[in-house]
């Protein structure tokens, strides 16, 4: 008598789609497609329409250009600092926006996951898509402040698509790692909105490399922040080419082999987690 293979089979693990499925390509369009959709909807019905989103960081900038630059005299003898106040804002908006979207995005698209499968990774990938057509919108207001500063023309403006990719691939580590964590434990949102507000005081948005140089030990600890890094280097390629690059502000090349550990670890641990959770998520879901 043959034994019954149904009985063998109940309990094991149904494997669902995959991070990509084999085809960049169509992830690719699905990720373009997806985060066009988003960032139409978002403003979708309202009156100003995409005005709103570049709001945010001018009111935001002008809340701390105030308090800084008037009240406590932060940033003097920097030059062109509102203009890297702003630019930074920017940066670091997106890097919030991209990571804070991403924790939910799964979950929030639970009835699109159960009905159809598509590579998983597409969608904390859209995310930060969105918030990247979002950061093109509001880069157009730091190109107008900065022309107003008198901020001219440098050979070394040409690494801005470097330093946005850099931006961007950070991101989209981060994201996925949030993303497939919070699947599973959804004390990931609170968490990383307590972090993300550390980030902010930790990564130099407000203060400037000449606030920490003096303080040796300080600087190399905020220096090996990838954020800090990239942060640094755009206002040396893109506001002010006499502030010291990135390479220099964290101590020479033997000290930045930290924060691009740090950056590499992080991508390669963000998408691996998300490789290995994403043909369980929707039974997680």
């Keep these: 008598m043959s034994a019954d293979p149904i009985p ?3 309990g094991r693990p149904i494997s669902g789609p995959s991070a990509v499925g084999g085809d960049w390509r169509r992830v690719v369009h699905l990720t373009r497609t997806l985060a066009v959709t988003d960032f139409k909807l978002r403003f979708f019905g309202s009156v ?3 005005l709103w989103q570049l709001m945010r960081p001018l009111l935001l900038f002008g809340v701390l250009y105030a308090v800084f630059t008037r009240v406590l005299k932060f940033g003097a003898g920097v030059a062109f600092y509102p203009a890297i106040l702003l630019m ?3 940066f670091f908006t997106f890097f919030s926006e991209a990571t804070g979207g991403a924790v939910t995005s799964l979950v929030d698209r639970e009835s699109l996951v159960r009905k159809i499968q598509f590579p998983r990774l597409v969608i904390p990938l859209a995310t930060v898509s969105t918030a990247g057509l979002n950061l093109v919108l509001n880069f157009v207001a730091v190109i107008v402040f900065m022309a107003i ?3 001219g023309l440098h050979v070394t403006q040409l690494e801005l698509p470097l330093i946005v990719a850099a931006l961007a691939l950070f991101s989209a580590g981060v994201a996925a790692f949030l993303s497939a964590a919070y699947v599973r ?3 990931v949102r ?3 909105d307590v972090t993300i507000q550390m980030l902010y005081f930790a990564t130099p948005v407000i203060y400037p490399y000449e606030a920490v140089v003096h303080r040796y ?3 190399h600890i905020v220096y090996s922040n990838p954020l800090a890094v990239i942060l640094q280097q755009a206002r040396h390629a893109l506001v002010d080419p006499s ?3 990135a390479v220099k502000a964290v101590g020479g090349w033997a000290w930045m082999a930290i924060p691009i550990t740090i950056f590499v670890a992080v991508i390669v641990i963000g998408f691996w987690m998300f490789t290995r959770e994403a043909p369980r998520v929707a039974e997680e879901l």
């Design 8 to 10: 063998a089979a109940l």
């Design 48 to 50: 100003l329409g995409y």
């Design 88 to 90: 930074n804002i920017v």
């Design 149 to 151: 500063q008198g901020v």
């Design 185 to 187: 434990a959804r004390d």
């Design 190 to 192: 609170p968490i990383w």
């Design 217 to 219: 030990n300080f600087r």
């Design 243 to 245: 502030a010291p690059s």
